[in-house]
């Protein structure tokens, strides 16, 4: 189909634009060199998935996640023997469906997600903004703060905060966010001191920017490719994180349908029903492997310099 | 050397003071009336109420209290646990063997595997090998441990029956703690088969604690192992005829491990915080597990100072690493 067209542009006149001269606008560049990391591709198209079922869980899902079936308790999923179609995944141990609270617990996952990722990257950049741009004073005392939380195993941190707070969806996603806080400060700071030193930035002094000019719209703009990496990449550690709470007890409390939670109660029929235990834990497995999977992509297509970094 | 060394020391002590505020913090950040929280009750005997405050030393000033903290801190006084009324530091000594041992295995395992993987995929870049070996890192890094404990316990201890389930020994046989590390223990312990029942207990929790530094691990050497491979050292080493092992393991290997070492320094967090996960699937009796137990006991002293006595395991642990860094590149320990 584009043979003639390029020929065509061949034969034209030198003076006509080369097409092969152009460059190919930022955006086209970038979804070529991700989609070309079939991992990345894959990775998209399953988040795709969950964000679909978490938008319309009330649709998607057969029955109401929290409906308890007395006469369908712990059924097998439909392929082994006893199932029914009636619940295409099972049941848990109270009859509900478990298919119907992997879909909404979809929800929770990508909700806890989504905020405490917000509520700590826009903290986050502020303050490693300022430790940039302040370096003398306030940039070590900030970075000593946050060299303070990293001592801290992420986990043990979250868990120290929620036995502070007390359990539930919000102190969870507080949790999170306090947590992932430090590397999103740490990254902007350095970037932002890679910058610093750049002649756009003498320049756009020169001329008499503003410090917030200089700090939001000349240099941040120029900072972002490693922050959108490190979003995705604890969006992903958010779920994981949310989920072990859960699991521990610490996070969303049942019958909440949330995937670790769901996973604490299962823990009790590990020898009988296989598939409470396997199911959410799969879906948790599936979904971080496959933001992952995008975050890979995103740094190769975005930075090159990091490809094949760890 | 020295001043490199003084210069990290300096950086340890603010770290240090901060980890001590949180910590202090910890408490008098829980809403509500703690001396309610801690016993549990509402409406606590007035009179009652005002010993807890007074033993607690909550009655004072905050930078008062704070003082007295860590006044109390530089004695050596961690407060005693309100469940037991065991001192925290007696508590943690005893615990922390299990948790060490528990670790140091998961370590081992990581590191032996971790490394091979790094190195046979770097090695046989993009091939089918190198394709998976990084699809299971990737997967092993996105991996809920918790939940990798009960796949595995469902499958090799109750399908198969090859392991049991939980703590550190069966409860048949009677161990002296002479070094606190069971595989030792045993050893000198004159029951027989204890060793073996020891290290069954061990294998799986080491698996799924050691699952995540794994990964990281064998990401981290390949690709640091890819970039010695372009080395001219390594272009040489080859014409001169040795033999492709040792350029691989004594020339490639052993330049690679630099950045892997630090990595290793950096997963003693991961591993303490894993620790948590595992010790609570598998019920071993280390420092994870006495610490969710006594978050749901509201046993605050313990919460308060295990978690600062782990900060500071995890800042030295980190600091070491620095200094032996230091001391294989010379580089470093110029940067100002």
Known sequence: MTDPITKSASAMPPSAVDQSLLYPSPYSEFWQAFARNKGAFAGLLFMCLIVFCALFAPW????????????????????????????????????????????????????????????????????????????????????????????????????AIVAILGPGLINTVIAIAIVSLPSYVRLTRAAVMGELNRDYVTAARLAGASLPRLMFITVLPNCMAPLIV???????????????????????????????????????????????????????????????????????????????AA | MFSFIARRLGLLIPTFFGITLLTFALIRLIPGDPVEVMMGERRVDPEMHAQAMERLGLNKPLPVQYLDYITKLAQGDLGESLRTRES??????????????????ALLFAGVFGLLAGVIA????????????????????????????????????VSLGWTPVSERISSLYDIEPITGFMLIDTLFSEEEGAFKDALMHLILPAIVLGTIPLAVIARMTRSSMLEVLREDYIRTARAKGLSPGRVVFVHGLR??????LTVFGLQVGTLLGGAVLTETIFSWPGIGKWLIEAIGARDYPVVQNGILLIACLVILVNFVVDILYGLVNPRIRHQR
Do not use: C
């Open chain 2, 255 to 260: 330049n690679a491990l630099i950045p892997v």
């Open chain 1, 230 to 308: 490190q979003a995705t990449l604890s969006f992903s550690s958010a779920i994981l994180d949310a989920a072990a709470l859960g699991f521990l007890g610490l996070g969303v409390q049942p019958p909440t349908p949330e995937w670790g939670t769901m996973l604490a109660s299962a823990r009790d029929y590990i020898e009988r029903a296989w598939w409470v235990v396997s199911l959410p834990g799969l879906t948790i497995l599936l979904s971080v492997l496959a933001i992952n999977l995008m975050g890979d992509g995103l740094r190769d297509a975005l930075d090159p310099k990091l490809k094949n």
């Open chain 1, 60 to 159: 998607v899902a057969p029955h109401t996640p929290s409906e308890q079936y007395r006469d369908f308790l712990l059924t097998p999923p439909v392929w082994l023997e006893g199932g029914t179609w009636q619940f295409i995944l099972g049941t848990d141990e109270l009859g509900r469906d478990l298919l119907s609270r992997l879909i909404h617990g979809s929800r929770l996952s990508l909700l806890i997600g989504l905020s405490s990722v917000v509520m700590s990257l826009i903290p986050g950049v502020l303050l490693g903004l300022l430790a940039g741009f302040f370096p003398r004073l306030l940039g070590p005392s900030i970075m000593r703060l946050m060299d303070v939380m990293l001592a801290l195993p992420s986990l043990l941190l979250a868990v």
């Open chain 2, 122 to 157: 770097a090695l046989k870049r993009g091939s089918l090998l190198d394709h998976g070996v990084m699809g299971i890192s990737l997967t092993g890094y996105s991996m809920p441990i918790f939940w990798w404990g009960l796949i595995l316990i469902m499958f090799f201890s």
């Open chain 2, 88 to 105: 925290v530091w007696k508590e943690f000594l005893t615990l922390f063997p299990a948790t060490l041992e528990l670790a140091l295995a």
